[in-house]
């Protein structure tokens, strides 16, 4: 049976251009580019839910895959499949509010610029962090981004309800997947929500940070092109 078709959720700060990779690899894939003016992870899963095709093989990327469990809990029976790539599934941890806000309050005083420029490289393997090709895209699409919208998705994150408890219940093909490098969502992190998941595969991407879309995107690419195969 043909699977249901591609859909791309982003994460914070990015939009549809940074699965570039993923959108020209294969057919008839679509990149959601935004959750619009949504401050919460509810109300970013129903974007999704209206825009999205009634089957779907939902990967998620960073908070997006926070926002693809929120589309499981919602409508399970739309998800044929689900892919949780460079993301987390625990609660808030000490100092993430202070951290995010002080972002916030970066990109109030000084703009999105100085926001992205604080941002942005820590999101990378740190051997890529001079890799203009690489960089100057990300760097783009996040001040594009705009305060406003940093501001709804950190309130989402922030308001994050609790999800760990869905894991097990999870009764489709899920691929679990993380860069190498990744220092924002570390690989223990996704040994962890893998080993949760009934049946879940994990694939680690080589030489990659947290932007595993554009940083391994060969591999990550053949790593959803198994899930896609999987029954």
């Avoid at 469990?69 to 499949?81: D, F, S, T």
Wanted: proline share 7%; aromatic share 4%.
């Amino acid at each position: 049976m043909t699977p249901a078709p591609l859909f791309l959720l982003p994460g914070l700060l990015c939009d549809a251009s940074v699965f570039a990779p993923q959108t020209a690899a294969f057919d008839g894939a679509i990149a959601l580019d935004g959750y619009g003016a949504a401050r919460s992870l509810v109300e970013m899963a129903a974007v999704v839910l209206a825009q999205a095709p009634a089957r779907i093989s939902l990967l998620g990327h960073s908070m997006g895959a926070r926002v693809a469990l929120e589309v499981y809990r919602l409508a399970p029976g739309r998800v044929e499949r689900l892919a949780l790539l460079s993301t987390g599934v625990h609660p808030l941890k000490p100092g993430e509010t202070e951290k995010r806000h002080a972002l916030r309050d970066l990109g109030r005083r000084e703009g999105m610029a100085a926001l992205v420029d604080a941002w942005l490289p820590p999101m990378v393997a740190e051997a890529r962090q001079d890799d203009e090709a690489l960089m100057a895209p990300l760097h783009a699409m996040s001040i594009r981004a705009g305060i406003a919208t940093y501001e709804a998705q950190i309130a989402a994150l922030l308001g994050r309800p609790e999800v760990e408890a869905l894991l097990p219940a999870i009764a489709c093909p899920v691929m679990v997947g993380v860069g190498r490098q990744d220092r924002w969502s570390p690989v223990d992190q996704h040994e962890a929500m893998a080993a949760a998941i009934p049946g879940a595969t994990l694939t680690i991407f080589e030489d990659s940070g947290h932007m595993s879309v554009v940083e391994a995107p060969e591999q990550v690419n053949a790593a959803i092109r198994l899930w896609l195969d999987r029954n």
